[in-house]
C-alpha cells in the first residue's frame, strides 16, 4: 500500500494545476464566444475565472482525486462546458473556429508559459529552499496537463472542441451527417482510452513539453539540466 503522505503530496500538486487549467480554458471559450456577439456564457456567470462556477464536482474534483489515489495510470478529468449559442455569432464559421480553437490555444499558451517559468524557478530559488521540488514538479505537471487539455480537445469527437472545428468547415448537410456520431461519442471515447488507443497522443505531448522547455531554456540562456 502506497504511503498516504505520498498520495497527498501527489494529490496536492497536481489538483491546483489541474483546476487552473480547466477553468481557464473554460473561461477562454466564454471570452471569444462574447467577442463575436454571444453572450450566453456572460448571461450564465460564466465569464469568469472563479473556478466554482466552472467545476463539475465528480469530474473536476471526484474522479480526478480518485485516478490519483489509485495511481493506476489512467488520469481524467472535465469542467461544466460553458453554454454557447453559435446562432448568435455575428459570423457564424469563424465564430464557431474560434470559439471552439479558444480553450485549446490559451492551453497551448500557459504550457509554454509554465516552461519559462519552470526554467526562470530553477534558475533563481535556490535548491535549498523548502518547497523548492514540489514547485518544481507543480510546474512539471502544469506544463504537461495543459498539453494534455490542448491535444485532446482537439480529438475530432463530439462534444469535443475538435469537433466544433471540424463543423466551422463543413455545409449544413455535410454538419448534419457529421453529428450523428454524437450518439456514440461516449462509447468511443470509453473505447479509445481502456483500449489505450489515446496513448499516441502521449508522443506529441511529451514532444510538445520537452520542446517548450527547450525553447524556455534557450531563450533564457540556461543550459543547466533539470
Given amino acids: 500500500m502506497e504511503d498516504f503522505a505520498a498520495v497527498i503530496q501527489r494529490i496536492s500538486i497536481i489538483m491546483p494545476t489541474l483546476l487552473v487549467a480547466l477553468v ?6 466564454a471570452w471569444m464566444a462574447k467577442r463575436f456577439g454571444d453572450s450566453t456564457a456572460d448571461w450564465s456567470g460564466r465569464l469568469t475565472l472563479n473556478p466554482t462556477v466552472h467545476m463539475d464536482l465528480f469530474g473536476t474534483i471526484l474522479f480526478p ?3 490519483l489515489v489509485f495511481n493506476s495510470g489512467f488520469f481524467f478529468a472535465w469542467a461544466k462546458p460553458v453554454p454557447i449559442n453559435p446562432s448568435r455569432f455575428r459570423n457564424y464559421r469563424k465564430g464557431l473556429f474560434w470559439v471552439s480553437s479558444a480553450g485549446v490555444i490559451i492551453n497551448f499558451f500557459l504550457g509554454f508559459i509554465a516552461a519559462f517559468l519552470l526554467i526562470l524557478f530553477i534558475q533563481y530559488v535556490p535548491s535549498s529552499f523548502g518547497l523548492y521540488s514540489a514547485f518544481k514538479e507543480m510546474l512539471h505537471y502544469f506544463i504537461m496537463i495543459n498539453f494534455v487539455l490542448a491535444i485532446f480537445n482537439l480529438i475530432p469527437i463530439p462534444p469535443l472542441d475538435g469537433s466544433n472545428i471540424v463543423l466551422s468547415f463543413l455545409s449544413h448537410a455535410a454538419s448534419q451527417k457529421y453529428m450523428m456520431i454524437q450518439a456514440y461519442s461516449f462509447y468511443i471515447l470509453l473505447f479509445l482510452m481502456f483500449s489505450g488507443a489515446l496513448r ?5 505531448i ?21
Fill in 24 to 29: 481557464v480554458h473554460e473561461y477562454a471559450h
Fill in 65 to 67: 482525486i480518485i485516478c
Fill in 200 to 204: 499516441v497522443i502521449s508522443y506529441p
Fill in 206 to 226: 511529451y514532444a510538445l513539453s520537452n520542446f517548450a522547455i527547450f525553447l524556455a531554456a534557450s531563450v533564457l540562456n540556461f543550459a543547466s539540466p533539470l
